[in-house]
């Protein structure tokens, strides 16, 4: 679905909803003109759950906007549902995945029935409970009014931050819950339902100095992507991204030196890396809050699809099914980062290098959906466009589909630009009419000076 079909789509979905409540004013409740518009609603919500678990309705500013889309074109049925969530008191709204036309029917006739007026939003719910209304919640706005890049960077620092005391922790003798691990999964799991671009791009800000927290988080963002591609049920999505941002706790057990050692290894010590599935295995084994799933798979994540890599699998072993999704995350984050003894890769170099060793590392399946997932300019992807500037892709759009956003770093000259410049790819024509900027084609990274990543993360919101 592109992007205009979105937006008619959410324009008529929610016109619907206007038009059953003004006419629950006049005819029952059983009235064509009251069902018809109830059973549109839900026709038209099944086709935004096929990819996403869940649709946030706010209104702000006098504005009501549905998953990001403002609808501006207002009907006299429109402007009633919407003076009537006001004055009820309701601030967002939440419809969930698994909504029945029972719940939207209840729904409208909570708005029609309420007579009390500037309600908090625990009474509203609990209203909403006793009226038979399962799948649509209210949700409070602080968290809707805050900026999406903003939101995310929060969520990815409180990721990484989480890594960070669960590895102290851990090489200080102690085992830590899990709790805190599985909380911060959950909010990046949301976060990539409510804005996927804005948290895929903070996987590109790498800290040499931290690579081990950044990285854990970056295995944990992808890994949950790709189960998103997967249409994974809630909970192993979750067992997924616990087990992506635990993947590495078992190296807590080496040696520092060893970790870090920027040259070839020795035989010796290559065997010592190999341990650190298996003991990563055995800290999961016993951290409150981690279920068996996430401890399988931080065990498995170096067996390899072909079963010749560590630990090496007896004759009958069978892998967790969700065991080749971590693999591929980490492989594509491990290439795309500058380390002591290798350049980083662009991300489309990245994708074809886990595409030729698919089949034998890597689950071919699941790197032809992460390739499809990445899309044909991922994130992170240097380009040229056809002004001649250079720019970064910070919104990879559709699968594909050219990518919605790109942030120009460099003129047509060459030159830094001295504030990176976000332009909008969708579309053909700009507000003012002038013609949009296209992609002509990538460009090598290596071939511009090292202050790329540096205005990438000015760009990206701290």
Known sequence: MDRREQERLITELIRALGTSLKNRR??????????????????????????????????????????????????????????????????????????MPADIDNFVRFLHGTKEQGLPVDRIQELLAQAGVSHIRVKPMEKEEEDDQTLAREIYDNAVSVVVSVLKDVRLGRIPSGAESERVVKDMSSMLTRNRDAMLALTLIKNFDEYTYNHSVNVAVLSLAL???????????IDVGVAGLLHDVGKTQLALGLIKKPGTLTVEEFEEIKKHPEEGFVLLGKMSHIRPASAYMVREHHMRFDRTGYPRPEPGYRVHPNSHIIPVADCYDALTTMRSYQKARSPQQSLDIITRIAGRSLDPEIVTLFVKTMGSY???????????????????????????????????????????????????????????????????????????MGALASAVPA
């Not at 706010?58 to 609808?71: A, C, H, K, N, R």
């Not at 189960?227 to 999505?237: H, N, V």
């Not at 460099?410 to 296209?438: H, I, K, M, Y």
């Open 378 to 452: 991922p994130v992170g992807t240097l380009v040229r466009l056809d002004s001649m500037e250079v720019g970064v892709v910070t919104s990879a759009g559709p699968p594909g589909q050219a990518p919605n956003t790109v942030v120009v770093l460099f003129d047509r000259n060459g030159n830094p630009l001295p504030r990176p410049e976000q332009v909008d790819l969708v579309g053909a024509e700009s507000a003012g009419g002038t013609q949009r900027r296209a992609i002509l084609g990538t460009v090598n990274p290596n071939m511009y000076p090292p202050p790329t």
């Open 26 to 99: 006049i005819y029952p409740p059983t009235h064509p003109l009251v069902r018809t518009p109830v059973e549109q609603v839900y026709k038209d919500i099944l086709l935004f759950f096929a990819d996403r678990s869940e649709l946030a309705l706010v209104i702000t500013d006098g504005t009501m906007v549905l998953e990001g889309v403002p609808i501006f074109s207002l009907t006299s049925s429109l402007e009633s549902f919407m003076e009537r969530l006001g004055r009820i008191g309701v601030p967002a709204l939440v419809f969930e995945k698994g909504l």
């Open 227 to 237: 189960s998103d591609a997967l249409s994974l049920p809630g909970q192993e999505k």
